[in-house]
């Protein structure tokens, strides 16, 4: 286990608070923990075209680099999201660098871009959140759609934009290229 994973350890099969424009719900994974099938389907369900584009950029071996660790807002699988009145319209998984412990967020399975959320897993702030339940990852199915019945999580442009609003910038890392920029 990598020493940022390690950082992660308190939190993996729970639900905790995490800071990506103000609070967002996260359910946090031990990645490597997980079976085969548990990774295809999170992919499938979570990250699909990350995947495909960043196995162009970097080859099949690419998540030896990068780890999942979270599912955000209403990307948490229903068997755990039911009692979780979402604090914003946050969706996406969030991965850290293996080696650096900087933190990349996807926003949906259909956005094949990442963005440089954090530096560090530590400027997360994850706190524990109000549910001190665990729930078992091996049990917990990531092949569900993310319902967007009542609201649709913030894409990555939507972020630029409040980023931008609040006096910072979004930085496109790995993934398909940065959309072009409205002159």
Not at 20 to 33: M, N, R, T
Not at 35 to 64: N, P, T, V, Y
Not at 97 to 119: I, N, Q, T, W
Not at 147 to 170: N, Y
């Amino acid at each position: 286990m990598s020493k940022h994973a390690e950082a992660l350890k308190t939190f993996f099969e729970k639900v905790a608070i995490v800071q990506i424009l103000g609070d967002a719900e996260a359910y946090c994974f031990d990645w490597d923990a997980l079976s085969s099938q548990k990774k295809k389907d999170l992919i499938q369900g979570h990250f699909a075209a990350a995947d495909r584009a960043m196995q162009k950029k970097k080859g099949r071996k690419w998540l030896e680099q990068f780890q999942p660790f979270a599912l955000l807002g209403h990307s948490i699988p229903s068997a755990i999201a039911k009692n979780i009145e979402f604090s914003a319209p946050h969706e996406g998984a969030l991965f850290f660098h293996k080696e650096h412990g900087a933190v990349l967020y996807c926003a949906s399975k259909d956005d094949p871009r990442f963005a440089l959320m954090r530096e560090s897993i530590e400027a997360l702030n994850l706190s524990e959140s109000c549910w001190d339940e665990r729930f078992d990852a091996k049990k917990v199915d990531f092949c569900e759609e993310v319902d967007r019945s009542e609201c649709e999580g913030f894409t990555l442009g939507e972020i630029a934009s409040m980023m931008e609003c609040a006096g910072g910038e979004i930085m496109f890392v790995c993934g398909a290229d940065e959309p072009p920029q409205d002159e």
